[in-house]
């Protein structure tokens, strides 16, 4: 048994904490498990009794959920709800739990029985439109990011075991970006969502001469309007501009007013509401 | 004033003797999209490095005394009981060597903000005072508007200024420690020629400013044109994203971060810049946001730089070096917005 925690010699409640996974890659999970230099102090602040990929044990008695991954099939509803009303906080963890995720790319073809043929041929299986957590549960907090940076979710768990306000950035990747000093993309020659993408990631890919794709989905002010002109003064076209704004699903109202029209059939919303 | 000349096999030897110390300088960084040579500031190790002919840099030479983020202090903790330390990030001299009038200018302004009473900043004025600036005569580029600014000769606030004459340098000599190190190397008191040759130069690099701001009785209208519709139309374009303040000289704006380490056995403040233009940059505890729409922030960082410091010190907070303008990607500038504002106003 751990010692008890204590943070300026006020005893602290270690919290449970489950973590979940839909569909996903697994990536966000495994930064749970990352970054060894800090991983004991990590695992220490919180007592883990549900996690499929780190360990055996399997409780339903959690403080905290953190739940990776999208929606896409039926059974996967009933066990988020379940979830929801076993867990006090209910975390979004990473882009697909947030937004849809790479995954909600599907929504796009409209059509999802072709989509499910062109995969799986006539192999049965459950798939439905691709929708974030947010769609069927209430959702306490959102940690954004495909994946998360380790130290954000340090610095989340952190302020929840001690009782700090958890708050994140509202402004654009473009802010931290410019503190890393970085050589702006647009210079360079290449397309970034930076400006209307939330930060948190500490410009992740522009520091490394990758253009954002958004997926941390918008910042609170995102002027997509006015990036769609800059995108145009620089060259590129607007599908090259809609295929990063379309690739993590944060951006999928401000996509649908680009487009003009929602892009798939409004029955194919619905229905898979219940 | 004293002033000297010297050849300018001379000056790789000024840079080995300043060298012991962390030497700050321009640097090119690479290409842009078409070619172009990218220039920034950054730290010297070899004089081959340092590129004295630079038009201009992406960002300014702030993270070197306002860091982007910088440590205010940190505490251990034990039991129920902390200690805290604090540390100004001061560990060496810091040589500037080749900056332009307008980044000097610069300093001289943060100077009266954060040097001055009633509210010195200690960290930025430790670093101020281990400071030795050489300054160097620039080339104006057309985003350029310091001469319309009255920043583009720097009085005071540098160790040395350098003039290019073609072989030689003209130095303004301003410190005692800038004197004594010119001792270490060769040079001779300017003569007649050197003078004219000076003023020459001089006079040909004024030529040259291609953009200028009217900076009439600009605070006052400012203040008639509060509701003008110039500033909609730039707000619609603006994209909350701060990049302006970040490249940006003069802007000290910051906020501060308490954090907890992860084994809980220490803590630490942290400071940030910050830009008014970010969307948060008005909310108070509770929640309430004083200026929510993008217009509103964009015309409180004019009415800052040209109006509100005006008043507080008869001088600008902005020192025309176009960096803002030139890293803005919604392409908003200092000089179009002001001349907007002048205009639509009529
Ligand atoms: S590279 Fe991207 S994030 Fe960085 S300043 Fe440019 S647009 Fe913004
Ligand atoms: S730069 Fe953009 S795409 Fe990259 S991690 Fe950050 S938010 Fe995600
Ligand atoms: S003026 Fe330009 S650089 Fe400044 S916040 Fe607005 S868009 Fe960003
Ligand atoms: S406001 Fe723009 S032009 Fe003026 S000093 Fe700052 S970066 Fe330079
Ligand atoms: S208020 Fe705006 S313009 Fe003024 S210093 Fe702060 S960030 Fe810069």
Not at chain 2, 71 to 82: R, V
Request: glycine letters at 8%; aromatic letters at 10%.
């Amino acid at each position: 048994m751990a010692a008890p925690l204590s943070y300026l010699g006020v005893g602290l409640d270690r919290p449970r904490v489950g973590v979940f996974e839909f569909t996903s890659c697994e990536g966000c999970q495994l930064q749970l498990v990352n970054n060894e230099a800090t991983l004991l102090d990590f695992l220490n602040l919180i007592e883990l009794v549900n996690f499929r990929e780190a360990m055996s044990e399997r409780s339903d008695d959690y403080d905290i959920a953190l739940v990776e991954g999208s929606i896409s099939r039926a059974d996967e509803v009933a066990r988020l709800k379940e979830i929801r009303t076993n867990a006090r906080l209910l975390v979004a963890l990473g882009s697909c739990a947030c937004f849809g995720g790479v995954n909600q790319l599907k929504n796009r073809f409209g059509d999802l029985d072709w989509v499910k043929k062109k995969v799986y041929g006539d192999f049965p299986i459950a798939s439905q439109e691709v929708r974030p957590l947010a769609d069927f549960v209430a959702v306490d907090l959102m940690i954004y990011g495909c994946p998360p940076k380790k130290e954000e979710i340090e610095k989340v768990v952190t302020n929840l075991v001690v009782g700090k306000k958890v708050a994140m950035p509202k402004y654009p990747v473009c802010m931290e970006c410019k503190a890393n000093e970085n050589i702006c993309l647009f210079t360079l020659g290449e397309p970034c969502l930076g400006p209307i993408t939330r930060a948190g990631c500490d410009a992740w890919c522009p520091n490394h001469r990758r253009g954002c794709w958004g997926c941390r989905g918008p910042a609170e002010a995102a002027n997509v309007r006015e990036l769609e002109a800059i995108m145009a003064r620089h060259g590129f076209s607007r599908e090259a501009m809609l295929d990063r704004l379309e690739c993590f699903g944060g951006f999928s109202s401000q996509v649908a007013a680009l487009r003009g029209q929602p892009r798939r059939p409004r029955k194919a919303r619905s229905s898979k509401r219940s | 004033m004293i002033f000297a000349t010297f050849s300018k096999k001379e000056l790789p030897r000024l840079f080995d003797l300043l060298a012991p110390n962390t030497v700050v300088g321009p640097v090119q960084k690479g290409l842009d999209r078409a070619g172009r040579p990218l220039y920034d500031f950054d730290v010297i190790y070899r004089f081959q490095d340092l590129r004295l002919d630079y038009p201009t840099t992406i960002h300014s030479a702030k993270r070197h005394f306002l860091p982007h983020r910088e440590s205010l202090c940190t505490f251990t903790l034990q039991g129920n009981d902390w200690e805290k330390q604090v540390d100004y990030n001061v560990y060496k001299p810091v040589v500037f060597f080749g900056l332009h009038a307008c980044d000097i200018n610069a300093l001289n302004k943060l100077d009266k903000v954060l040097s001055s009473p009633p509210y010195p900043n200690p960290y930025y004025t430790a670093k101020r005072r281990n400071m030795f600036i050489i300054g160097q005569g620039c080339q104006p580029q057309p985003q350029c508007f310091c001469r319309s600014m009255g920043t583009d000769t720097a009085l005071h606030g540098f160790d040395l200024f350098l003039t290019d004459l073609g072989d030689r340098y003209f130095a303004e000599i301003l410190s005692a420690t800038a004197y004594q190190f010119l001792q270490k190397i060769i040079t001779r008191p300017p003569t007649a020629k050197d003078h004219d040759r000076y003023k020459e130069v001089v006079t040909e690099r004024n030529q040259q400013f291609q953009t200028t701001v009217d900076t009439t009785d600009l605070t006052k209208l400012l203040d008639l044109e509060f509701e003008s519709a110039a500033w909609q139309q730039w707000g619609d374009k603006c994209l909350s994203c701060g990049t302006c303040a970040n490249v940006c000289p003069t802007c000290y704006c910051y906020g501060v971060e308490e954090t907890v380490d992860l084994d809980l056995r220490g803590a630490a403040k942290t400071k940030y810049l910050y830009s008014c233009n970010l969307i948060d940059f008005a909310e108070v505890a509770g929640g309430h946001n004083f200026r929510p729409q993008t217009a509103t922030r964009l015309k409180y960082r004019y009415y800052h730089k040209h109006r509100g410091f005006v008043e507080a010190y008869e001088e600008s907070l902005c020192v025309g070096c176009g960096r803002c303008g030139e890293a803005c990607l919604a392409g908003i500038t200092v000089p179009d917005v002001l001349a907007s504002v002048r205009a639509l106003g009529g």
